[in-house]
């Protein structure tokens, strides 16, 4: 479960940095 939290969380933050980069 933590290590899908992980996941789950290192993908919010390539979302936001795409988000960033297209801003």
Do not use: D, N, W, Y
């Not at 479960?1 to 801003?23: G, N, P």
């Amino acid at each position: 479960v933590f290590e899908k939290a992980t996941q789950a969380a290192l993908q919010q933050k390539k979302k936001k940095k795409s988000k960033c980069m297209i801003l």
